[in-house]
Nanobody
Framework: QVQLTESGGGLVQAGDSLRLSCVVS????????MGWFRQAPGKEREFVAA????????YYADSVKGRFTISRDNTKNTVYLQMNSLEPEDTAVYYC???????????????????WGQGTQVTVSS
């Protein structure tokens, strides 16, 4: 069974950068895309970014476009989220998600993803 393990979260100041990593392990890994979502306290989980695993096509939420960059290393089964110019509003638990070969819905939707990581906390102080 596929497992996702996020790392790289932490406490930073506004304007700083962080890079999150998500390593895929276990089972037969076959996917169309990997995504990042986040959930702030008291709010619903929201889409952040996604990347086509083969195509490399990228998708971003408007709130992070121009500041965050998603990338992947197919040889390491790892997806990254480079976060620059962090803002207090970016404070949340960040989750990695694996599409697992699903074809319905879109990379922007939680329904597109089959497997989720446990999350990593990102806290941005002002």
């Amino acid at each position: 069974q596929v497992q996702l393990t996020e790392s790289g979260g932490g406490l930073v100041q506004a304007g700083d950068s962080l890079r999150l990593s998500c390593v895929v392990s276990g089972g037969a890994f076959s996917t169309y895309a990997m995504g990042w979502f986040r959930q702030a306290p008291g709010k619903e989980r929201e889409f952040v970014a996604a990347i086509g695993w083969i195509s490399g096509s990228t998708y971003y939420a408007d709130s992070v476009k121009g500041r965050f960059t998603i990338s992947r290393d197919n040889t390491k089964n790892t997806v990254y989220l480079q976060m620059n110019s962090l803002e207090p509003e970016d404070t949340a638990v960040y989750y990695c998600a694996d599409n697992g070969g699903r074809t319905k819905s879109s990379p922007y939707s939680e329904r597109y993803y089959a497997t989720w990581g446990q999350g990593t906390q990102v806290t941005v102080s002002s």
